[in-house]
């Protein structure tokens, strides 16, 4: 199965109808006014579903762990959002989940557990990681005594290629830390053959994946990757902020890790369950398998990956209608005063539905400021920030416009979009 599918295929109407109508604020903000949101990198538009479902349970006094009738209710929702992340994981029953309230705390967590467990000389990464990743791997490198190697970016396709990380493999090696879709260039990485690559140069590397970004928009297969840890952060797909979650493998999960007395080697959550998270997670999947179509008694990893199929094949097409444009609308590849970066390449390169954009006679914040005035919500990534300063400095850049739609959008939408860039755009007079 490809990492990632490269085939514009838009919703039908009927499905697209569907879709639109189970996300809160879609065509209007909070207030009332009209607007696109283009800023699902920043966290993502809400299902209603999963956010109902979720607080109707957070209402329940009882605690999952009880024996009386409420309290079983609770510890059969937790088993379900338990077996829908493993289905929506890849992964199988031998791993182990460890759930946070962040993704960035899972990444240090999981890091911690490598460097203070597995013998090495050093950690590999790469330069476009988030910093949740990136800054673990510095800090437990210097911890342990490793040394830290750090993988380069394609500057032209805005990634990093799996040889660059390979190259800087050893025997001594002990980690290997890679995210799956930079939240800045878009670029998707080709996580199986990062994994075939490094475990050729060792094969006793452990490997851990950054999916926050990818998840909303690609499938994760932990166990055809044979991935060792892989995280996601169910307010980037659709669901609410306040808790994450990290698939581990059987090596992985037997290490040496923080847990109370009782619990077993292979237990990593820590406190009470939280039904409601778990909850809200399978109403995202009910979500997913409803996009996909699939016939009743559909196994529920085949529907979850049907309904993440066709989310791909519409976001592409998004994609495709932003570079190429429309028969009425100039696309940002041939507009003038508008700099597309690395999502030019979209069909030589795997790609997420993000568009990092620079203009000639605005500054990216400037551009920011006027898309808002014309009822579109994107978000600027500068090198003055901790948080893209590594990143933009490392692809050749110091600032961009992060252009980041949702399935849930539509072609004349992405149309519409051209139309208010076109005219911001254009030289400021006076």
Same mark, same amino acid.
């Given at each position: 199965m490809p990492l990632f599918a490269h085939d514009a295929v838009p919703f039908a109407p009927a499905t697209m109808q569907f879709?639109?109508?189970?996300?809160?604020?879609?065509? @209007?903000?909070? =207030?009332?006014?009209?607007?696109?949101?283009?800023?699902?990198?920043?966290?993502?538009?809400?299902?209603?579903?999963?956010? *109902? @479902?979720? /607080?109707?349970?957070?209402?329940?006094?009882? &605690?999952?762990? @009880? $024996?009386?009738?409420?309290? @079983?209710? /609770?510890?059969?929702?937790?088993?379900?959002? !338990?077996?829908?992340?493993? #289905?929506?994981?890849? &992964?199988?029953?031998?791993?182990?989940?460890? $759930?946070?309230?962040t993704a960035s705390q899972a990444m240090f967590v999981v890091i911690r557990a490598v460097a203070e467990n597995v013998s090495g000389t050093n950690i590999v990464t790469t330069a476009i990681e988030h910093p949740s990743s990136y800054d673990a791997c510095v800090r437990y490198a210097h911890r342990t005594g490793q040394e830290l190697r750090v993988a380069q970016p394609d500057r032209t396709t805005g990634g990093v290629d799996p040889s660059a990380i390979a190259d800087l493999v050893d025997s001594g090696t002990s980690l290997v830390s890679v995210i799956a879709t930079s939240n800045i260039s878009g670029t998707i990485t080709d996580i199986p053959a990062v994994i075939k690559a490094a475990r050729a140069k060792n094969p006793h590397v452990y490997t851990i994946v950054d999916a926050v970004q990818y998840a909303p928009h690609g499938v994760i297969d932990a166990t055809a990757w044979e991935v060792d840890a892989v995280n996601i952060a169910p307010y980037k797909m659709f669901g609410d902020r306040g808790h994450a979650f990290t698939y581990l493998s059987q090596r992985f999960a037997q290490l040496d890790h923080d847990r109370v007395g009782g619990a077993g080697n292979d237990t990593?959550?820590?406190?009470?369950?939280?039904?409601?998270?778990?909850?809200?997670?399978?109403?995202?999947?009910?979500?997913?398998?409803?996009?996909?179509?699939?016939? #009743?008694?559909?196994?529920?990893? *085949?529907?979850?990956?049907?309904?993440?199929?066709?989310?791909?094949? =519409? !976001?592409? #097409?998004?994609? =495709?209608?932003?570079?190429?444009?429309?028969?009425?609308?100039?696309? /940002?590849?041939?507009?003038?005063?508008?700099?597309?970066?690395?999502?030019?390449?979209?069909?030589?390169?795997?790609? +997420?539905?993000?568009? $990092?954009?620079?203009?000639? =006679?605005?500054?990216?914040? +400037?551009?920011?400021?006027?898309?808002?005035?014309?009822?579109?919500?994107?978000?600027?990534? %500068?090198?003055?920030?901790?948080?893209?300063?590594?990143?933009?400095?490392?692809?050749? /850049? !110091?600032?961009?416009?992060? %252009?980041?739609?949702?399935?849930?959008?539509?072609?004349? *939408?992405?149309?519409?979009?051209?139309? %208010?860039? *076109?005219?911001?755009?254009?030289? !400021?007079?006076?």
């Open positions: 879709v639109r109508g189970q996300f809160a604020y879609l065509e @209007r903000d909070p =207030h009332g006014a009209r607007r696109l949101f283009f800023e699902n990198s920043g966290g993502s538009l809400r299902l209603r579903k999963a956010s *109902e @479902r979720a /607080l109707e349970i957070s209402h329940y006094p009882d &605690g999952s762990s @009880r $024996p009386h009738k409420a309290a @079983r209710e /609770l510890a059969g929702l937790q088993d379900q959002g !338990e077996a829908d992340l493993r #289905a929506f994981f890849g &992964g199988d029953a031998s791993g182990a989940l460890l $759930p946070t309230a990593w959550a820590m406190g009470s369950a939280a039904p409601a998270a778990f909850a809200g997670f399978s109403a995202i999947m009910d979500y997913l398998v409803a996009v996909g179509g699939t016939r #009743a008694g559909t196994g529920r990893r *085949e529907g979850i990956v049907a309904g993440m199929r066709a989310i791909q094949g =519409h !976001e592409q #097409a998004l994609l =495709h209608t932003l570079i190429e444009g429309t028969a009425q609308q100039t696309g /940002l590849r041939d507009m003038p005063g508008v700099h597309v970066h690395f999502a030019d390449r979209v069909a030589s390169s795997a790609r +997420d539905l993000i568009v $990092p954009l620079t203009f000639d =006679h605005r500054s990216c914040a +400037d551009a920011v400021r006027a898309y808002e005035e014309l009822g579109v919500i994107v978000y600027e990534r %500068v090198a003055t920030s901790h948080y893209s300063e590594r990143i933009l400095r490392s692809l050749g /850049l !110091e600032e961009v416009v992060r %252009v980041s739609p949702l399935h849930c959008h539509s072609l004349e *939408e992405a149309e519409r979009f051209l139309t %208010v860039t *076109e005219k911001i755009a254009q030289p !400021e007079t006076g």
